[in-house]
């Protein structure tokens, strides 16, 4: 291995949400408990990007800065290299993440009153997005067979025709329960969405989060009318732990939609580093990448052979894209808030519980796998004792 993914880095007064939330919900915890939550790595920085941003440090002024030629260049590249399609560079809307660009598209794209379709459980801020503007939320649930999760079309489309739904929000991959759409169920989606007026949102933020055998297709690889009805968010954020640095490219072929989007963004451009890191994550830090995705790759199978082996009746979704592994307690029979503060206190885990991703949530919990596997053996090994306390019959 080229990389360190084995190091780990404790996070606690350094500002990290998710470390500090498991200090406040728990207070006395033992030193040496790590989150498994909230969606960012526990692994060191790319060197690639640490160096370049050291150079650029030595070697720059850290005045107004916009995007330049070699920005765009790079992200280009990337959506070439990787996924098949050539953006165009007046499609490019940046943000300061995809979280803010959504909230602030719903209000663009929706009225009050209006109603914004998503398929649960799905990534719990799309649904506050909606509230935040004053919409209604449609919740299509989403159909599972032995752990694998599909979209119930005649539901879906049911409610796109419906004259009060005006968009759709995408999660493709879809967090939590890991699936990679197919071109055929995206295709439907589109075309569903086309026929009844209903704009789509997607959030393509883990796209390149795929799993050996899987492959993501973008809804930017759509043509013509099918794509001018998409708006794609895509970020360097998940694939390359930059969350910290808030910086996304939001796509939007239709130019009136983009416009409407731009002008009401107001004024905006990234901070200096994050152009700066962009650019080298997607220029020089592929290998990191590739390495990072077999090392999720093996915690997975590392996680999916231990339940197989000591808790059978924890059953675990087929993780096809994204480092979240969406895990069936149901068979512990325990209502959501039980479930999780057995989780927390006598377990000492720190999930993200099921029940907050909406309809089909409840009785599970999502595991963050992008952390070193000692990490994921200790807890492992806490989640075996607490269950065979306290339900011996398990
Ligand atoms: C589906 C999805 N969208 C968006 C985000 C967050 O995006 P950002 O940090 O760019 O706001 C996440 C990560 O937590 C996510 O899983």
């Excluded at 093996?298 to 675990?316: D, Q, S, T, W, Y």
Aim: aromatic share 12%; with cysteine; hydrophobic share 40%.
């Amino acid at each position: 291995m080229k990389y360190d993914f084995e190091t780990l880095i404790p996070r606690y007064g350094v500002g990290s949400e998710k470390w500090d939330e498991m200090r406040e919900a728990v207070p006395d915890l033992p030193e040496d408990i790590v989150p498994l939550s909230v969606e960012d790595m526990e692994f060191k920085n790319a060197p690639e990007i640490v160096e370049g941003l050291k150079e650029y440090l030595d070697t720059s002024i850290l005045g107004y800065t916009h995007a330049t030629d070699a920005y765009y260049e790079a992200v280009i590249r990337w959506m070439e290299r990787r996924h098949g399609f050539s953006p165009k560079r007046e499609w490019f809307v940046e943000y300061a993440g995809v979280v803010p660009a959504l909230r602030h598209m719903v209000g663009v794209f929706a009225k009050p009153g209006d109603s914004v379709m998503i398929t649960t459980p799905v990534y719990y801020p799309f649904r506050s997005s909606i509230e935040f503007n004053r919409c209604q939320v449609v919740e299509s649930e989403l159909v599972e067979t032995d752990g694998r999760y599909e979209i119930d079309f005649d539901d879906f489309e049911k409610k796109a025709s419906r004259e009060d739904v005006k968009l759709y929000i995408l999660c493709s991959p879809h967090n939590p329960v890991g699936r990679v759409w197919t071109e055929a169920e995206l295709r439907r989606i589109a075309e569903i969405c086309l026929a009844h007026g209903v704009f789509i949102l997607s959030d393509e933020i883990h796209f390149d989060l795929i799993m050996p055998g899987y492959r993501h297709f973008s809804m930017m690889n759509l043509e013509g009318e099918y794509r001018a009805n998409c708006a794609v968010c895509t970020s360097p954020g998940k694939t390359f732990n930059l969350a910290g640095l808030q910086a996304s490219n939001i796509l939007i072929p239709d130019k009136e939609r983009r416009e409407a989007v731009v002008k009401s963004r107001g004024w905006f451009s990234l901070n200096a580093l994050s152009y700066r890191a962009v650019e080298l994550a997607y220029d020089r830090a592929e290998d990191w990448m590739l390495e990072m995705l077999r090392y999720i790759d093996g915690n997975k199978k590392f996680v999916v052979a231990f339940l197989r082996e000591h808790l059978p009746f924890v059953r675990a979704a087929e993780l096809e894209g994204t480092y979240l592994l969406w895990l069936d307690f149901r068979a512990l029979g325990l209502p959501a808030r039980e479930l999780e503060a057995f989780m927390r206190e006598k377990a000492y885990l720190f999930f993200d519980e099921g029940y907050i991703f909406g309809k089909g949530g409840e009785g599970f919990e999502r595991l963050n796998l992008a952390c070193p596997r000692h990490v994921l053996a200790a807890a492992m090994e806490r989640l075996e004792q607490a269950v065979k306390m306290a339900y011996p019959a398990k």
